[in-house]
């Protein structure tokens, strides 16, 4: 009979050092993409003749979508980064 195979696992602090690294990453490129967002909605909302509110939504909309993509990219590959692009 052979011996078991260990599993080599990280570090309880690694872990934590690591997912405190990705959720700093991602919350700042959420909240940067809302205010980026919500800026520009400022600035198109009187061209287009949109309420306060449209505007707000939009910018809603953009930082909901950052957070489903740094969310995709943290399941996509195990990094500390929000970002699709590999090595990052």
């Not at 997912?19 to 287009?48: C, H, M, N």
């Not at 909309?61 to 957070?67: D, G, I, K, Q, T």
């Not at 969310?71 to 990052?88: E, F, G, M, Y």
């Amino acid at each position: 009979m052979s011996a078991p195979h260990s599993i080599d696992l990280p570090h309880a602090e690694t872990v934590l050092k690591t997912g405190k690294t990705y959720v700093r990453d991602l919350a700042e490129r959420v909240v940067s993409t809302g205010l980026q967002a919500g800026l520009g909605a400022v600035v198109v909302t009187r061209p287009f003749d949109l309420t306060m509110w449209e505007a707000a939504g939009m910018a809603g909309v953009a930082a909901s979508l950052a957070l489903v993509k740094g969310l995709i990219a943290r399941w996509r590959s195990v990094t500390n980064s929000a970002s699709l692009v590999k090595d990052v």
